[in-house]
């Protein structure tokens, strides 16, 4: 049986890194170790390309936006192009108003951000976004609209529904993967098939 070489020195520092930066951090209200989400975002990417920097970002995704960790650090222990695909995952909150009075503004600018960005980045990108629509489409089986409840969109589901929808148009280029077309039916699961 042939061995199939494969370096991943790069990826298994950046998991490493992953569980100390999130270590005893839950992911919000589902009773599992933060790191479970980081993990199954580079499990999808993993299916779209073996590149070690993108699988590598795709496990720190998280580490700007939640953790202390900032993007200089992981600059200098990953390099500008793992930081720089970070970078275009991350939410930015304005620090004036709170999570609730400027999600709007964020999920817009993480939706425009991801279109102008290049496919690397939006590879990464879909990692992080089908892991949590699988969430979001096995929470509400369970909770049913009762689930809009535990978020800070200020509108509910018509909020969640105009930004997961505003991501697939996002991630467009990607619709030739298996992870697109499993994204898409998610959010027909969940909102349902859209009128056009």
């Known amino acids: 049986m042939a061995n199939n070489f494969i370096d991943t020195t790069l990826l298994d520092k950046a998991i490493v890194f992953a569980v100390k930066a999130h270590h005893d951090t839950e992911r919000r209200g589902k009773g599992f170790p933060y790191i479970v989400h980081p993990m199954e975002a580079v499990s999808i990417v993993a299916t779209m390309t073996s590149d070690p920097e993108m699988l590598a970002a795709a496990v720190l995704h998280d580490v700007v936006e939640d953790t202390p960790v900032t993007l200089d650090e992981l600059c200098r222990t990953f390099g500008d192009r793992?930081?720089?695909?970070?970078?275009?995952?991350?939410?930015?909150?304005?620090?004036?108003?709170?999570?609730?009075?400027?999600?709007?503004?964020?999920?817009?600018?993480?939706?425009?951000?991801?279109?102008?960005?290049?496919?690397?980045?939006?590879?990464?990108?879909?990692?992080?976004?089908?892991?949590?629509?699988?969430?979001?489409?096995?929470?509400?089986?369970?909770?049913?609209?009762?689930?809009?409840?535990?978020?800070?969109?200020?509108?509910?589901?018509?909020?969640?529904?105009?930004?997961?929808?505003?991501?697939?148009?996002?991630?467009?280029?990607?619709?030739?993967?298996?992870?697109?077309?499993?994204?898409?039916?998610?959010?027909?699961?969940v909102f349902g098939t859209k009128n056009v």
């Open 82 to 189: 793992v930081a720089s695909l970070v970078d275009s995952d991350s939410d930015k909150p304005d620090g004036t108003r709170s999570e609730a009075e400027d999600w709007r503004d964020r999920k817009q600018a993480a939706i425009d951000r991801i279109a102008a960005a290049p496919y690397d980045a939006k590879v990464v990108a879909m990692g992080d976004k089908l892991s949590n629509m699988r969430a979001i489409s096995r929470d509400y089986d369970e909770l049913g609209d009762r689930l809009w409840e535990l978020f800070h969109a200020p509108g509910g589901r018509q909020d969640h529904e105009w930004h997961y929808r505003g991501l697939a148009a996002s991630l467009a280029e990607l619709a030739g993967t298996h992870a697109y077309r499993e994204f898409l039916d998610h959010i027909e699961h």
